[in-house]
């Protein structure tokens, strides 16, 4: 390229390219042919590229043509998008809060975490799960405003991130109704016959409750794994076994579940982190999250 092109330069190609001629374009923005003509060689001297070729009696696009256009394509529609986007946004204001949330991430305790923005009138939450990894990148690129996740974003020179405490809480042992008074009994060696539903390694609580097996000397009776801890709980209030669970949310699993607390994993917590690109947090919804308003 040698030197920076012109928007409006751009645009005259974008035009010429979708009605497929000049004398078409001209046309559609009420120039003079000529004047089109020499907007597009414009272009592409500035780009250093030939973009369209006469064919037939039309033009076609080059295969520099064809990426150029698809950069065009995204620039102008969203530019045709923005005026009913700033109408919402006068008629309608809303403060945006994106949340990443991690995979291993209790979808129980993620309300919970949630709950100290929930009063915002013109809250505009928008939630996205993922893996741990892949929400640290789109945090790093700003696409996020922060990421709740059950473990501290480690050390990384590429990425600079932080990670805010937001709590921890302390795991209990569930069951549903066909399976409470077996695995009360003797509890917590009655694990080794309850069917028992445990996180995949996706969750950071896992290794930790892998650990308090071997401290109580219990070999499980392992029937599920689960990624997602929202499966876990509904497969595990369904009656296929007992299931660990934070205690934060034992309300919200004996009342809308039905399931029943049968025992203490003792020793072992699950830890809550809100991680973003600032020490000193500025998003004033994300301030709202951490504990003190750090």
Known sequence: ???????????????????????????????????????????????????????????????AGVAAMRQADLIFQLGEGLPSVVRDAVSA????????????????????????????????????EDEFDDLLGDLALHRLDVVLADRPA???PNIKVYSHPL????????????WVEAAQKNFPHSLATVP??????????????????????????????????????TFGAGGMGAFPAAEWVHEELTTRFGVQRIGPCEG???RFYAIGTEKKVQHPLVQRLLPGKL
């Open 196 to 233: 028992v539903l445990l996180p995949t390694t996706h969750a950071a609580v896992r290794p930790r409750i892998d650990q308090w097996f071997e401290r109580v000397g219990v070999k499980p009776h392992i029937v599920g794994e689960f990624e997602d801890s929202a499966l876990l709980v």
């Open 167 to 178: 709590g921890t809480s302390a795991m209990a042992w569930y069951a549903p109704a066909p």
């Open 1 to 63: 390229m040698t030197e920076a092109f012109s928007y409006r330069h751009l645009h005259y190609f974008w035009v010429v390219a979708r009605e497929g001629g000049m004398a078409r374009a001209a046309d559609r923005l009420g120039m003079a042919v000529q004047t089109v003509s020499t907007q597009v060689r414009e272009l592409e001297r500035s780009l250093g590229v030939t973009l369209l070729k006469p064919e037939g009696r039309g033009l076609v696009l080059t295969e």
């Open 154 to 156: 480690a050390a990384n």
């Open 268 to 270: 072992v917590e699950e």
């Open 93 to 128: 204001p809303s403060v945006r809060l994106a949340v990443g949330i991690s995979e291993g991430l209790p979808k129980l305790v993620v309300r919970r975490l949630l709950q100290p923005v929930m009063p915002e009138p013109n809250l505009r939450l928008l939630c996205h």
